[in-house]
């Protein structure tokens, strides 16, 4: 079975803190990671996975297989970064399925 | 390109009836996934289509269903509702075989009284 953990519901930090989301994983095989964003009143929309390793809008995430983590992170939180964040994760032979978390609220405030 | 569109955006329906939404993918797309998410469950996947195959299933009853045309366009249809199908229902479709990095329309509100 695969599942996804996000421990924190809320999470608030003040601009220019930085800012760590927790995402943790269970799966058997090898996974791809996704962190996906839902601003307020906009679509659900990917934010970066682990395959392409990149940087977007500053977030940054590495896959720990060690301690099967996926933690997303910035070095210094905007206030436009304030919405509703979800880890999800794909099995090899899931053919379509994310798993999801059940997402935490970033709220950074001035 | 033009992203995800669902239809119809707002549903108010009572329960016994049945709904029938619709979700269009990106042009290219050929992988459609559906998923329903609520304040309680979250975001639980309901089914995936590729070429018209409906090739993995979630865990909900069969008053769920699905279907894919031709042109990728995709429906769903939920018979016999009940007051805890309300929920935003939301499609995201797929150029990767795998379907695994997905582009999420809007959604439809569907509440059910």
């Known amino acids: 079975a695969q599942r996804v953990t996000q421990p924190e519901k809320l999470l608030s930090v003040f601009k220019g803190a930085p800012v760590e989301l927790k995402c943790n994983y269970s799966y058997s095989g090898s996974p791809e990671l996704f962190w996906y964003v839902q601003y307020s009143r906009q679509r659900l929309q990917l934010l970066l996975r682990?395959?392409s390793r990149e940087s977007i809008k500053g977030f940054t995430a590495d896959l720990n297989k060690g301690e099967t983590s996926f933690h997303l992170k910035k070095p210094f939180a905007q206030e436009e970064d304030s919405a509703m964040y979800y880890c999800?994760?794909?099995?090899?032979?899931?053919?379509?399925?994310?798993?999801f978390g059940q997402g935490t609220i970033l709220t950074v405030h001035p | 390109k033009a992203g995800v569109t669902q239809t119809p955006r707002y549903l108010i329906k009572t329960r016994g009836q049945q709904v029938t939404l619709s979700c269009s993918p990106i042009?290219?797309?050929?992988?459609v996934s559906w998923y329903q998410q609520t304040p309680g469950q979250g975001l639980q996947f309901l089914f995936e289509?590729?070429?018209?195959?409906?090739?993995n299933k979630g865990n909900f009853p069969g008053r769920f269903s699905g279907r894919q045309f031709s042109n990728s366009r995709s429906e769903m249809n939920v018979s016999t509702l009940e007051l805890g199908d309300s929920a935003l229902y939301l499609c995201a479709s797929s150029s990767i075989q795998g379907a695994s990095e997905q582009f999420f329309g809007p959604g439809t509100r569907l509440t059910v009284l």
């Open positions: 682990h395959i």
């Open positions: 999800a994760l794909y099995g090899g032979t899931s053919y379509g399925k994310l798993t």
């Open positions: 289509y590729f070429s018209e195959t409906q090739r």
């Open positions: 042009s290219g797309h050929r992988s």
